[in-house]
Nanobody, 124 residues
């Protein structure tokens, strides 16, 4: 039984920070490629950040580079997304995901395990 449990979303002001967390059950997150995706109303789900399960390679959406950081704590079997300098355009439902693919593309189609999503709203 594979499950991802996500938390950490909320309503924040522009320029502030949030840290999203995603705890995995039923598999070892260190052995999987993981990612964070987001979907705003009327838009396609997009890959925000992905991390390989076999090496240290990472991907970031251009619009979040320098502001967001993906990380893992293997002992806690948890993936994090640290979000700094948040902007209104970051407002979306954020989803964590995992895949058994060795070298996935940071796109929705390559990921088969998904969290429930958490709302992030950035507004003054």
């Amino acid at each position: 039984q594979v499950q991802l449990v996500e938390s950490g979303g909320g309503l924040v002001q522009p320029g502030s920070s949030l840290r999203l967390s995603c705890t995995a059950y039923g598999f070892s997150v260190g052995a999987y490629a993981v990612g964070w995706f987001r979907q705003a109303p009327g838009k396609e789900r997009e890959g925000v950040s992905c991390s390989s399960g076999r090496d240290s390679t990472t991907y970031y959406l251009d619009s979040v580079k320098g502001r967001f950081t993906i990380s893992r704590d293997n002992a806690k079997n948890t993936v994090y997304l640290q979000m700094d300098s948040l902007k209104s355009e970051d407002t979306a439902v954020y989803y964590c995901a995992a895949t058994g693919y060795i070298n996935p593309v940071c796109e929705q189609r390559d990921f088969g395990h998904w969290g429930q999503g958490t709302q992030v709203t950035v507004s003054s």
